[in-house]
Nanobody, 128 residues
Framework: QVQLVESGGGSVQAGGSLRVSCAAS????????MAWFRQAPGKEREGVGI???????KYADSVSGRFTISKDSAKNTLYLQMNSLKPDDTAMYYC??????????????????????WGRGTQVTVSS
């Protein structure tokens, strides 16, 4: 059974940094297609960024150059490093993973409907 557990959210001032984590069980992070999504109150869920098996990444324009997704195979954990945070980044952040059998398209198919497993989220609040 796959479980994804996010942590590391919190409150930070604009311009600050935060790193959120997604610890996986029943899923090999290093082999997987995984992503971060976020949802702010009253808004639809949106993709933040996606990372493929070999580490290639793709980001939403709104976070490109500020956010970085990475994997730690030893800890079987996915990370989202967020720098230069803005109040508009305030949201619940979710990690998600695709079922890797059969091997799915990854970066080419970043829509949330393509992901099979989801965490419960961690709240990030950025104050001005």
């Amino acid at each position: 059974q796959v479980q994804l557990v996010e942590s590391g959210g919190g409150s930070v001032q604009a311009g600050g940094s935060l790193r959120v984590s997604c610890a996986a069980s029943g899923y090999i992070v290093s082999d997987g297609c995984m992503a971060w999504f976020r949802q702010a109150p009253g808004k639809e869920r949106e993709g933040v960024g996606i990372i493929a098996t070999y580490g290639s990444t793709k980001y939403a324009d709104s976070v490109s150059g500020r956010f970085t997704i990475s994997k730690d195979s030893a800890k079987n954990t996915l990370y989202l490093q967020m720098n230069s945070l803005k109040p508009d980044d305030t949201a619940m952040y979710y990690c998600a993973a695709k079922d890797m059998s059969p091997y799915p398209p990854c970066l080419q198919r970043p829509d949330s409907s393509e992901f099979n497993y989801w965490g419960r989220g961690t709240q990030v609040t950025v104050s001005s």
